[in-house]
């Protein structure tokens, strides 16, 4: 076991640092400045007075506090220093949980291959949940944390049962259940805010979310391409692609 | 005798193959980990360090 752990680690490691450099620096491009210009209508907005720490209540009651103090980087090197570093580890899970999951499907994979993996990752973690949640920038209106995350996760579970249903069966019920399972969680909804909008104008955030949506497309092709190509070159032995 | 060896050629394959399985499930397990700890931990510093990452990769955020 500890020979496939180490060939594993291997070659998600390499897939997802390589995936996560990319993915940061076209995010350097493409969304931080776009973060940078939205979160100069949200230094200007008057809703939160100058005081050290704020607490607020959310919609579901639950109430917390800001503190004005907690760290963070500072603006300039050190904050897209702390940005890339965000991405090698979101990179590195993301491989982890890609080599894995070529792994479990047992067919082994290629750059080729793996260009396919990576659309499935790219349609589970970014597209779908995007549909009910679009990225956004700082200062948008939105529902409960929690309530988005639930929502994200389920679309995520539900997105890769589906693909999976669909790639192993392959017939009309396999399609079938795939279609179903991937609609289930836009049929229930995702959980919005009841006064919609942000601080940011329209035409800003909707350049941010295809903006952020193309992004994530490249980085998702880029690791689904590394990991397919690592997992051949290191991984391809009759039990690891049974 | 070449059913024999067939035989546990078959074992030893099967065996191979829940070795790379449970690598593989220790794998998604800390995948798992990495993704939540940069996209969902709440804790204050952790937002505002991953918090540009956050945005674009579209965690929920704030």
């Known amino acids: 076991m500890f020979g496939y752990l180490r060939v594993f680690l291997m070659v998600a490691l390499l897939a997802g640092v390589a995936a996560g450099v990319v993915n940061w620096g076209l995010q350097m491009l493409g969304t931080a400045p776009l973060i940078l210009a939205a979160e100069v209508y949200e230094a200007s907005a008057p809703a939160e007075p100058a005081a050290q720490t704020t607490t607020h209540t959310h919609e579901d009651g639950s109430a917390h506090t800001h503190d004005a103090e907690a760290w963070a980087p500072a603006d300039g090197w050190e904050r897209n220093l702390y940005t890339l570093g965000a991405n090698l580890v979101t990179g590195v899970g993301y491989a982890f949980l890609l080599t894995a999951a070529i792994v479990f499907f047992g067919k082994g994979a290629d750059w080729r291959r793996g260009i396919l993996w990576g659309l499935a990752g790219f349609a589970c973690f970014s597209l779908a949940p995007s549909l009910g949640l679009p990225p956004e920038l700082p200062g948008t209106e939105a529902a409960p944390l929690v309530e988005r995350q639930i929502w994200w996760i389920g679309t995520v579970i539900a997105t890769a049962a589906g693909l999976y249903v669909a790639a192993r069966l392959r017939n009309i019920a396999g399609y079938a259940i795939a279609v179903v399972l991937i609609a289930l969680p836009h049929v229930i909804g995702a959980p919005h805010p009841e006064t919609p909008g942000g601080l940011a104008p329209e035409e800003l955030e909707q350049k941010f979310i295809l903006v952020a949506i193309a992004v994530s497309l490249v980085f998702w092709l880029v690791l689904g391409m590394l990991t397919g190509a690592f997992f051949k070159r290191y991984a391809t032995d009759e039990a690891a692609a049974a | ?62």
Do not use: E, W
Request: aromatic share 8%; with cysteine.
């Open chain 2, 1 to 62: 005798m070449n059913q024999i060896r067939s035989v546990t050629q078959t074992g030893s394959k099967l065996n191979a193959r829940s070795a790379a399985l449970a690598a593989a499930m220790i794998l998604a397990v800390f995948g798992g980990v990495f993704v939540y700890g940069i996209g969902f931990a709440g804790a204050d510093v952790l937002h505002n360090a991953a918090h540009d990452a956050r945005h674009a990769n579209n965690f929920p955020c704030h």
